[in-house]
């Protein structure tokens, strides 16, 4: 299993992913504000890792206070929560595991529960919500693997995998699980500029479980659909709106325009976590606006002209209309999604993922 991150005794241990793949080195944040760090730098990334990562902000911000009164635990909690939740806007996952442990903290406050007991409770349910991201990403995969074909070739974009999740992964989760079956999966990575989650991370994790993948850069998949070689595309979510758009990786959008013209199915697999029933339509999903240098250098190298404009819109939305079917833990979803998503949120009787508002 690869860390992505884990919780120590000396903090909370992030594979740095901005080195990846040519250093396997580790970070550990051993406050509250270098996990938001770790988590606007992009250490780690990927909406399920994002979601987990803040839990553990959050616990190891109770964990570290020196607070001695509720009260003022009380508004140490309110400044943790707000740094956290002001580090990438887009993946609604961060939201939840801000607000997982902030209601934890805020019933067990509120009955005059004494802090130290307060402290462990917060940090167990930081360390539960991590198993649970991984027995998500293996649900979900059995649940998505029977959509991927016997014998083909799978297009992915971004890195929605083991490195995106506590392990591994929503998208390639799918694509693991679809080979434990017995089916013959080829893999093509698009590259994903400018981040190159595709070329660093989807081939770095693929290959080392020895999962035949391709590199491709953003601009090849058309042409190789166009020649019958892609029978599927899979893609991870960072926000899945009521209504089924979805915000994934800037790029995803044109992908799914280009299988519905090629007529290859385009799933999106994800958690529940990443639904976000407070959010209407996919217009409603804010978009993180990255730096212009990670368009104008590459390996530290620059790559355009000095003072040349520059737009990095880090995601962009996938109308509901071009996705097949939407694959998480709890079942899959199929158009129309308002409905299937609404009434899953129902049948499973859980709370609808974490209100933005
Ligand atoms: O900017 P990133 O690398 O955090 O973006 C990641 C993605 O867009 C992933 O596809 C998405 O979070 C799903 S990860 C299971």
């Not at 740095?16 to 509250?32: G, H, I, M, N």
């Not at 409770?121 to 991590?130: G, L």
């Not at 606006?289 to 002209?305: D, F, L, W, Y």
Request: some cysteine.
């Amino acid at each position: 299993m690869i860390p992505t991150l884990e919780w120590l005794p000396t903090g909370v241990n992030f594979l740095d992913q901005t080195k990846l793949p040519l250093e396997e080195t580790y970070v550990l944040a051993t406050d509250y504000k270098q996990v938001a760090t770790v988590i606007r730098d992009m250490i780690v990334r990927g909406a399920p890792a994002i979601g987990v990562s803040a839990a553990m902000g959050m616990a190891i911000g109770i964990d570290r206070s020196e607070a001695t009164t509720l009260e003022a635990l009380t508004a140490e909690v309110a400044t943790i929560a707000q740094t956290l939740a002001e580090t990438r806007p887009t993946a609604v996952n961060l939201f939840w595991g801000i607000d997982e442990i902030r209601s934890l903290y805020n019933t067990l406050a509120s009955q005059n529960t004494p802090i130290p007991e307060i402290k462990s409770a917060v940090v167990a349910r930081a360390q539960q919500m991590y198993d649970e991201d991984i027995a998500a990403c293996k649900q979900l995969g059995s649940n998505g693997a029977a959509l991927l074909p016997q014998q083909g070739t799978v297009l992915t974009h971004c890195n929605a995998g083991a490195l995106a999740t506590c392990g591994y992964g929503t998208a390639l989760g799918v694509i693991r699980a679809a080979i434990e079956q017995g089916h013959k999966i080829d893999v093509f990575a698009d590259e994903t500029r400018p981040f190159l989650q595709g070329a660093r991370l989807t081939a770095w994790e693929l290959m080392k479980d020895g999962i035949p993948t391709t590199v491709l850069c953003d601009n090849m998949a058309a042409h190789l659909m166009g020649q019958g070689r892609i029978q599927a595309v899979i893609v991870g979510a960072d926000r899945i709106a009521a209504n089924g758009d979805t915000a994934n990786k800037i790029g995803t959008y044109g992908v799914s325009i280009l299988a519905k013209e090629h007529n290859i199915p385009f799933y999106v697999a994800a958690p529940w976590s990443t639904i976000d029933l407070a959010t209407a339509t996919g217009k409603d999903i804010p978009i993180e606006q990255r730096s212009a240098r990670e368009v104008t250098h590459s390996n530290g190298k620059q790559m355009t002209p000095d003072n040349v404009a520059i737009e990095n819109p880090a995601f962009d939305v996938t109308p509901a209309k071009y996705i097949t079917a939407i694959i998480t833990e709890r079942g899959v979803l199929r158009a129309p999604f308002d409905q299937s998503i609404r009434q899953m949120a129902l049948e499973t009787s859980q709370e609808p993922a974490f209100s933005t508002k």
